[in-house]
């Protein structure tokens, strides 16, 4: 088969053995970012690989089977789950409130579903017109630069085992071909670790003591488990501090749906439509943080590989769930993942934050925002400053009686409002394709020239 000039196979002239053989890839290469966002936050990591995939098997529902496209576990709200549980390893990480975390991402969840009925109502140059990337590229940048300090920490660790876990990511998604490019964290963290095990520093124990086969979900780690004896003060503040992520996670959700096309030559925003692809996300995300898993994403990653196979048959990203799915069920795979040393963590986290960062100055400057104009310097000013400011304050957040706010969804809440009521908006989505989509929270990039 040929599209735009490709040459593309079809997975059913491939054969059973081949097909599994692209689904097993297709799993290897969400891996290593997927399984990094639970041992970020501390959420379950089986939950998160059963979700992945059943996260996936949702979207493609919602979509009529037509986009290949492989969900995973989101960076974008790592700052959430901060905000409201802290980090693990740090002093003020409180893993009880992980719980109430997964209810702030559920309703962002949600929130999809509004945008998908706006868009299909009002159309989205109206409703991006309330989140230009003055409002997002600053959001983003402050994603990345609040959770700087926690991988300053990790590396502090041993800076010599996170300096090799960064200097391979950088050689791998600089100068790697093929898969090597596709997934430098996975490489990066089994390098690093390698070494790190070497030299005496992973602690096997609660591999020994870990069943072979297990249940991937448990109760008292759900978002459920908070309505038993629900403390609504806590349930409305993370829900404050979260749902403003969902801006910049909609923007990359968006971004990823034009990669896809680009890649297989099939415009998937008309049909199945941006509504039912949105509905897809949201649906999958909400549902995976109900059950105590991180919020989900179309991957970058996985689209790095249709471009690479040129096999775009979403039955074999499909496979590739199944795969991921059957994983969840063993918690002694849980228990290896649970010895990797914190500095290879921090390593690979100082690269993750810093790329977040810089994905939101790629989003102002690929819009070629304008800096001379006093109402965006304005608007981006405030969000930069509140949220930095208040997430290393004292507390932490801003109280106002008896909710609690992080300085992110200060920072979006001041930035979407500002943008609204100040004059001047000269933002229009669908004119600039390159500046729509320039939002991608993954380390690597896919680029057709490849």
């Known amino acids: 088969m040929n599209i735009n000039g490709q040459a593309i196979y079809d997975a059913r002239k491939l054969g059973t053995g081949k097909m599994l053989t692209l689904g097993l ?26 979700f992945a995939g059943l996260g996936t098997l949702i979207f493609h529902f919602c979509t009529k089977m037509k986009v290949p496209a492989f969900l995973g576990s989101s960076f974008a709200f790592l700052a959430g789950y901060a905000a409201v549980a ?39 140059a109206k409703v991006m017109r309330f989140f230009p990337p003055i409002v997002t590229g600053p ?23 996170a300096l090799l876990a960064i200097v391979i990511i950088i050689v791998c998604n600089i100068w790697g071909k093929g898969m090597i490019k596709i997934i430098p964290i996975l490489l990066g963290i089994l390098g690093s670790y390698i070494v790190a095990l070497c030299c005496g520093m992973v602690d096997f124990s609660s591999v020994k003591e870990a069943a072979w086969v297990g249940l991937p979900v448990q109760w008292e780690n759900t978002g459920m488990s ?87 048959d979403p039955r074999v990203i499909r496979i590739a769930a199944v795969f991921a799915i059957i994983l969840s069920f063993c918690p002694k795979f849980s228990a290896i ?11 690979v986290s100082l690269v993750l934050y810093g790329m977040i960062s810089a994905v939101g100055v790629r989003n102002v400057v690929e ?9 965006n310097v304005i608007v981006a000013a405030l969000i930069l400053v509140l949220a930095i400011g208040i997430s290393y304050s004292a507390a932490g957040k801003l109280v106002l009686g008896s909710i609690s706010l992080s300085g992110l969804a200060v ?39 490849e």
Request: aromatic fraction near 8%.
């Open 367 to 375: 819009n070629q925002v304008n800096f001379k104009s006093s109402r």
């Open 411 to 449: 920072a979006a809440i001041v930035g979407v409002v500002l943008n609204a009521i100040l004059p001047g908006k000269d933002y229009e989505f669908g004119k600039n394709n390159a500046g729509d989509t320039s939002v991608d929270f993954e380390v690597n990039r896919l680029e057709k020239d």
């Open 86 to 124: 802290g980090v693990p390893g740090s002093e003020s990480f409180a893993p009880q409130m992980l719980p109430y975390a997964c209810i702030g991402v559920f309703c962002a969840g949600l929130i999809y579903f509004l945008l998908a009925g706006l868009f299909s109502i009002f159309g989205p």
């Open 139 to 161: 959001i983003i940048i402050a994603i990345g630069l609040t959770l700087a300090g926690t991988a300053i920490n990790s590396c502090s660790q041993n800076w010599w085992i």
């Open 226 to 312: 908070v309505f038993a004896h629900p403390e609504w003060k806590l349930v409305l503040s993370a829900i404050i501090a979260i749902i403003p992520i969902s801006l910049a996670t909609m923007m990359e959700h968006i971004g990823d749906m034009c990669a896809i096309s680009s890649t297989t030559g099939i415009n998937y925003l008309e049909d199945p439509g941006l509504h039912r692809t949105l509905m897809g996300d949201g649906l999958a995300t909400a549902l995976a943080s109900l059950f105590g898993a991180p919020a989900n994403t179309t991957y970058g990653e996985n689209t790095g590989v249709l471009n690479l196979t040129k096999v775009y």
């Open 337 to 347: 993942i649970s010895t990797i040393p914190s500095a290879v963590i921090g390593g």
């Open 25 to 50: 890839q297709h799993m290897f290469a969400m891996f290593g970012a997927t399984v990094l966002v639970p041992i970020l936050t501390g959420l379950s990591m089986s939950a998160t690989l059963l």
